[in-house]
């Protein structure tokens, strides 16, 4: 007996496969099973049905008889999809009968092997590398969808135009296609036809995407504020301009009393930094490594201090056993903690995908931008948290303690954007800041 075999994403896709190939020749279907297929290279695999079958030459019924009237709308092949899946029907004389679905190995697929295929499907998602792939793969495919909308060829001018300052300032392609869409179906022609116009409504559409955290204005006291995030961020000299920014009287605050906890004494230097820095401002430094310690300097600073601040050790997302072990060290400040994560506007889109989906145990309350400075360009920045829908609390932009950290404001970003000529006076008015908010203690 002669076997064949065809591969497809289901069974629909199969028969057509085999209806291609063969005609309207009746077929059994012998077995199927899940396999793994290679893509380009032996990257991004995937997984695809594999169907075996037979040619039949005696009176059976035509599979295929249930393609005759789909293209009225009837689902092709559905009563014999039925009939396989529950088993019915038989082969010619020696061949098995219809299987269930069976793995890649050939064994039978039953419901809890179902679950357990779910599960580790899903565990494989968290997984760095594979999530830095499937990131690049969609930038790859937005890139192109991007770059087929931007150079329709009845596209005005002005998106063109616009288009090319929102990728020249490395907004995501799905984030740009949002702004020329929404150009597309809300300006007139008239508008359109005013690139400085514009580019000023492209300005209010950024900013209404970009969340700003709301500090809660009662607090616990003492405050925990805790900053984490990957190596090389300025998480330690972020903590130091808190401190000073918190600690030192500003516009008629009172200053408030500070602690600091650093859980990084592993870092070269930076036990020295911090202790250095906490002697020049009168602050007390404390070091700690386990859950136990970290519990009972925050039970002996709660006493004296209005705010305690805690460093982290820097860890790479990629390294889940260390995060696992910073995370379990953290659950000893409770569930009042706020935390930060602290991420550099250097960082690629990608790669702040990647840390935030690795640093989301941690549940974070609001994101740390630091390094502004460092770069011309922060539509990743934008793009990635506009996204996942996280909001920014502050914003660092130098070495100086306190001057260079501010409370995260729309203006900063949308300052800071190049080759848009901003209008100041119009985007104050659309997002004022708010002098008035105080903190008041419980």
């Not at 022609?189 to 559409?205: F, P, T, V």
């Not at 001057?403 to 006076?425: K, M, P, S, W």
């Amino acid at each position: 007996m002669l076997t064949y075999v065809e591969q497809g994403r289901d069974l629909d896709e199969c028969f057509k496969k085999i209806r291609r190939r063969f005609g309207d020749a009746r077929v059994q279907v012998l077995e199927q099973r899940f396999v793994t297929a290679g893509g380009l290279l032996g990257l991004f695999p995937r997984e695809l049905l594999e169907v075996k079958y037979c040619l039949l030459s005696d009176g059976r019924n035509n599979p295929f008889s249930a393609m005759a009237g789909s293209r009225s709308g009837s689902a092709p092949y559905q009563g014999y999809t039925s009939a396989l899946s529950t088993g019915a029907g038989t082969g010619p004389p020696g061949a098995p009968a219809n299987s269930s679905t069976v793995t890649a190995t050939g064994q039978p697929l039953r419901g809890n092997d179902e679950e357990e295929k779910r599960k580790i499907l899903a565990s494989a998602g968290k997984d760095p590398a594979i999530l830095q792939v499937l990131s690049e793969v969609r930038n790859i495919k937005e890139i192109l969808d991007t770059a087929n909308d931007s150079q329709k060829a009845d596209e005005h001018p002005s998106l063109r135009r616009l288009a090319g300052v929102l990728r020249g300032n490395d907004f995501s392609p799905a984030f740009t296609n949002s702004i020329l869409d929404r150009a597309r179906k809300e300006l007139s022609l008239e508008i359109l036809n005013d690139y400085q116009e514009l580019q000023d409504r492209a300005l209010e559409w950024i900013g209404e995407r970009i969340s700003i955290h709301e500090e809660d204005q009662f607090h616990r006291r003492p405050r925990l504020m805790v900053l984490v995030g990957p190596t090389g961020v300025g998480k330690t000299s972020t903590i130091a301009k808190l401190a000073a920014f918190y600690g030192t009287d500003r516009a008629g605050r009172k200053p408030q009393t500070i602690k600091i906890i650093t859980i990084d004494a592993f870092k070269v230097g930076a036990k020295a930094q911090i202790e250095t820095f906490g002697n020049y401002m009168g602050i007390s430094v404390e070091m700690v490594d386990n859950y136990e310690g970290l519990r009972k300097a925050v039970a002996l600073g709660s006493a004296g201090a209005d705010m305690i601040l805690i460093d982290t050790i820097g860890k790479s997302p990629r390294d889940s056993k260390k995060l696992g072990e910073m995370h379990q060290i953290l659950s000893a400040l409770g569930p009042h903690a706020e935390v930060h994560l602290v991420i550099a506007a250097t960082t690629k889109a990608s790669d702040i995908e990647i840390i935030l989906q690795q640093f989301e145990p941690f549940n974070f309350q609001a994101v740390v931008i630091t390094k502004l400075d460092e770069t011309y360009r922060l539509g990743n920045v934008i793009s990635v948290l506009a996204d996942k829908g996280k909001s920014i609390s502050y914003v660092t932009d130098g070495q100086k303690v306190p001057r260079d950290i501010q409370i995260a404001h729309t203006l900063r970003f949308l300052g800071c954007l190049d080759d848009f000529t901003v209008n100041r006076e119009k985007l104050e008015k659309r997002f004022p800041r708010d002098e008035s908010k105080m903190i008041r203690w419980r």
